[in-house]
C-alpha cells in the first residue's frame, strides 16, 4: 500500500508563498491520481487540487489562480505551491490519493498521513 508523507508547511505572512511536498512510498505512483485536502479547525476536510495521472490539475474556486499542483513521477511526489496566501488558507494540509484514477470523497479513504500545518497570519 503506498503511503503519503506531507511537508513544506509554515508559517507565513498574508501575501506570502508556500511550497508543500508529498512524497509517495512505493514503484505504481504513476498511476495515482492525487490530491491535496486540508482541514482548518471546526470544518471538515475539503478538496483543493488534484492532479490526473497525466498531469491535468483541477482547482475548488477558492484558490483558483493562486494554487498550482504539479507531479515528478520520477520522485513520487505532488506540489502545491501556494501563492498570495490568505487567512483563510489556514489549516492542516494533507495529501491521498488513489490508484483508479479517480479520488473518492475525503470520508472514504482508509488512511490519512499526519499533514502539514499551513498558518498565514501577519
Known amino acids: 500500500q503506498v503511503q503519503f508523507v506531507e511537508s513544506g508547511g509554515g508559517l507565513v505572512q498574508p501575501g506570502g508563498s508556500l511550497r508543500l511536498s508529498c512524497a509517495a512510498s512505493?514503484?505504481?505512483?504513476?498511476?495515482?491520481?492525487m490530491g491535496w485536502y486540508r482541514q482548518a479547525p471546526g470544518k471538515q476536510r475539503e478538496l483543493v487540487a488534484s492532479?490526473?495521472?497525466?498531469?491535468?490539475?483541477n482547482y475548488a474556486d477558492a484558490v483558483k489562480g493562486r494554487f498550482t499542483i504539479s507531479r515528478d513521477n520520477a520522485k513520487n511526489t505532488v506540489f502545491l505551491q501556494m501563492n498570495s496566501l490568505k487567512p483563510e488558507d489556514t489549516a492542516v494540509y494533507y495529501c491521498?490519493?488513489?490508484?483508479?484514477?479517480?479520488?473518492?470523497?475525503?470520508?472514504?479513504?482508509?488512511?490519512w498521513g499526519q499533514g502539514t500545518q499551513v498558518t498565514v497570519s501577519s
Open positions: 491521498n490519493g488513489d490508484s483508479r484514477g479517480e479520488l473518492p470523497p475525503p470520508a472514504d479513504f482508509g488512511s
Open positions: 512505493g514503484s505504481i505512483f504513476s498511476i495515482y491520481a
Open positions: 492532479i490526473t495521472r497525466g498531469g491535468r490539475g
